[in-house]
């Protein structure tokens, strides 16, 4: 499909050359031309015309770090630690989830991302299988991981489904779906499971997502077990050489951020999951002045409670700003920039993340006329500190349009909306 979208405002991330005006120009699935960037071939027609006309035109944020099922459990269990919140509350509860429970809380996840302006997303649950369809029938871009637990019955099902997962869906959905491994945390991945995470990763050349270094009970708990911290058990056992996107990160040594940094490890940052578990504040700027990537990403719904990755910016930017008492910290345009271009180099997604002709077309368009996002003194600080989920009005992923003027098109919201509600009250029955 060819899509000119007319006279909107345009930020280039890349340059942070503040904001202009242009148009831009979409055919098949990438960008062609963004404001004065790109050729249009000589009589070049398009199929759709969209008035841009007071909207910021951005990539599609990315949220790096999320179990989008986890919708079914939203406010199911609040105000708890994190270890009790999973062992008292979540587990015993996923354990009673079926395969379609996961699709539909899959697609409420997805349809709460499209509709705050979420294009790409990194997931790690169970049904992954499940997982994918939803995705692939949404339209969204997502990377897949079968979240796994290396004791107790079902560790080798899990090593058996990602093999599974990595055959069927690596690229599927006309590239949209990527897989990766899931090996859930150091204190659930004893070393023999991890060398076993390793050889598939090696034999598949996938990437590593991991939840590291979480809280203090688990450096407690790792440095009892093994005398190290978890980057070192990781890092010991062979993980960084392969990709790795490290969830959390709160509790690191200088060594820690050593080893990530000189890795090309990634980081996700989820502030606000780490706020409501009282889990801690991770080192973000000093994982930043190393130089290791880091995205953003919402956790899953149970623990922050929504997928709004505008306030999820804010948060992030607020958070360290204070933390450190300096307001300089984490300026707006590098906070967006973590929604952005970072994650998509955290998810190894190349052409994504900056409007640039060439990329992937996954674009949102965001409505600046709202009291909140006025004067225009500086829309792409607008982004970070004053803009809602709710503003954004259309989104374009892999050059097709998902949502226009707020509705989505690709999936039945309503029925999925019925679909939750009797399968959450299932569950609590
Ligand atoms: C085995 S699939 C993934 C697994 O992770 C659980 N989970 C959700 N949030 C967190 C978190 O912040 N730290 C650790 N584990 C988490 C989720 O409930 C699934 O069981
Ligand atoms: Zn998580």
Redesign the pocket.
């Known amino acids: 499909m060819k899509i000119l979208i007319k006279d909107c405002y345009l930020c280039d991330l890349l340059r942070d050359s503040g904001v202009t005006t242009g148009d831009v120009a979409v055919e098949g699935n990438r960008l062609l031309k963004v404001g004065g960037e790109g050729e249009l071939p000589l009589g070049w027609k398009p199929e759709r015309v969209i008035d841009g006309k007071d909207h910021l035109c951005l990539p599609g944020l990315i949220n790096c770090h999320t179990?989008a099922a986890?919708t079914l459990l939203r406010s199911y269990a609040d105000d708890l630690p994190?270890m009790h919140w999973?062992e008292k509350k979540?587990?015993p509860m996923?354990a009673r989830l079926t395969g379609d429970d996961v699709y539909w809380g899959t697609l409420l996840a997805i349809v709460e991302m499209i509709e705050s302006g979420t294009t790409t997303f990194s997931d790690?649950?169970?049904f992954t299988d499940r997982v994918a369809e939803a995705v692939e029938v949404s339209g969204v871009r997502a990377c897949l991981s079968r979240?796994l637990?290396g004791i107790g019955d079902s560790a080798e099902q899990g090593l058996e489904e990602s093999r599974e997962l990595l055959e069927k869906w690596q690229g599927a959905a006309d590239g949209r779906i990527s897989i990766w491994l899931?090996p859930?945390?150091p204190y659930t991945c004893p070393p023999d499971f991890l060398d076993k995470v390793l050889t598939l990763a090696q034999d598949y050349r996938a990437g590593i997502h991991v939840?590291v270094a979480?809280t203090k009970d688990e450096i407690e708990q790792i440095a009892r077990e093994y005398g190290k911290t978890p980057v070192a058990y990781l890092s010991e056992r062979g993980v960084f050489r392969f990709p790795v996107l490290a969830a959390?990160c709160v509790y690191l040594t200088e060594e820690d951020i050593e080893t990530l940094a000189a890795a090309g490890a990634a980081v996700a940052h989820n502030p606000e999951?780490n706020m409501k578990?009282a889990s801690g504040i991770a080192p973000i700027p000093e994982l930043l002045a190393a130089g290791v990537t880091v995205g953003i990403g919402t956790?899953?719904a149970s623990?922050n409670n929504n997928l709004d990755m505008f306030e999820e910016m804010r948060t992030a930017a607020l958070l360290h700003k204070v933390n450190k008492g300096d307001p300089q910290v984490l300026p707006a345009s590098q906070v967006l920039s973590m929604a952005t271009r970072d994650g998509a180099r955290a998810l190894r997604l190349d052409d994504l993340g900056l409007l640039q002709p060439g990329y992937k077309a996954d674009l949102i368009l965001v409505n600046l006329n709202e009291a909140h996002l006025h004067p225009r003194h500086n829309p792409v600080a607008h982004m970070v500190y004053s803009a809602r989920g709710g503003d954004v009005e259309t989104v374009i992923i892999d050059g097709r349009i998902v949502m226009e003027g707020r509705k989505i098109l690709t999936i039945d919201k309503e029925r999925v909306l019925a679909e939750v509600e009797e399968r959450a009250r299932r569950l609590l029955s």
């Open positions: 179990h986890m994190l999973l979540i587990w996923e790690m649950y169970f979240g637990i899931g859930h945390a939840h979480e959390h999951s578990l956790d899953g623990s």
